[in-house]
C-alpha cells in the first residue's frame, strides 16, 4: 500500500524551513527519502532503517518513528536547490533489498 | 562505488515497434533488479522485479508479454517494451540492488508516436 505524504506542495522563501511527512497504514521497517529535480531520476537522500532513528547530512534531516508508522524530513534554511519533488519509499520487509513503494511526491518550490 | 548506467536516456519510437532499455551495475553484482516507470506528475510505480537467472515477477496489471524482462546477468537486466503504443510514454528506471542496496539508473524517457 502507498504510504502518504503530506503535504502535497510546498513554496518557501530561501532561508525558511520545510516539513514533509510520510505516513503509512501498515508497519514500516525502513524508510527511503529521495528528491527528483524534472526530467531526472531521483536522487537518494538518506535512509532510516530503525524506529526512532534520527539523521541528517547538512540541512536536512529525517526522523522515524515507527510506532506511529510515519518518518518526517525536515529541510532547514532552504536553498534554491532543494526545489524539486520528494519522495518516501518505503520497504516491504526488513533488509534493504525489498520491493520500495513511493509515495505520491511533495513539491517544493524555494523562491529567491 | 554503486555506479549504474542505462540507456538510452530518451528514446522516441513509432506506433507498433519494440524498444530496448538496459541497465548495467558498473561495479557491483545486482542480485535484484526493480523497473519501475513514472508517468508526468506522478510517483514512481514499481512494474516488476527480477533475480539474477529467474523469471521476473511482474506487479498487477503489467502485462509480462508486453515488457519483456531478461536478467542474465549480475550486472545487466534490459526491459523490452513489445509492440509500443502512446499510453506507453513514460520515464522508465531500474534499481539495481546489490551490497550498497539500492541505486537508481538515470532513466530512460520513452516517447511513443
Known amino acids: 500500500q502507498q504510504p502518504v505524504q503530506s503535504p502535497q506542495a510546498v513554496i518557501l522563501r530561501e532561508g525558511e524551513d520545510a516539513v514533509i511527512n510520510c505516513s503509512s497504514s501498515k508497519a514500516l521497517y525502513s524508510v527511503h527519502w529521495y528528491r527528483q529535480k524534472h526530467g531526472e531520476a531521483p536522487i537518494f537522500l538518506m535512509i532510516l532503517l530503525k524506529g526512532g532513528e534520527q539523521k541528517g547530512h547538512d540541512k536536512i534531516s529525517a526522523s522515524f518513528n515507527e510506532k506511529k508508522q510515519q518518518s518526517s524530513l525536515y529541510l532547514t534554511a532552504s536553498q534554491l536547490s532543494y526545489s524539486g519533488t520528494y519522495f518516501c519509499?518505503?520497504?516491504?520487509?526488513?533488509?534493504?533489498?525489498?520491493?520500495?513503494?513511493f509515495g505520491q511526491g511533495t513539491t517544493l518550490q524555494v523562491k529567491p | 562505488g554503486a555506479v549504474v548506467s542505462q540507456h538510452p536516456s530518451w528514446v522516441i519510437c513509432k506506433s507498433g515497434t519494440s524498444v530496448k532499455i538496459e541497465c548495467r551495475s558498473l561495479d557491483f553484482q545486482a542480485t535484484t533488479m526493480f523497473w519501475y516507470r513514472q508517468f508526468p506528475k506522478q510517483s514512481l510505480m514499481l512494474m516488476a522485479t527480477s533475480n539474477e537467472g529467474s523469471k521476473a515477477t511482474y506487479e498487477q496489471g503489467v502485462e509480462k508479454d508486453k515488457f519483456l524482462i531478461n536478467h542474465a546477468s549480475l550486472t545487466l537486466s534490459t526491459l523490452t517494451v513489445t509492440s509500443a503504443h502512446p499510453e506507453d510514454s513514460s520515464f522508465y528506471i531500474c534499481?539495481?540492488?546489490?551490497?550498497?542496496?539500492?541505486?537508481f539508473g538515470s532513466g530512460t524517457r520513452l516517447t511513443v508516436v
Open positions: 519509499g518505503t520497504e516491504k520487509g526488513s533488509g534493504n533489498t525489498g520491493k520500495l513503494i
Open positions: 534499481i539495481p540492488v546489490g551490497a550498497y542496496g539500492y541505486t
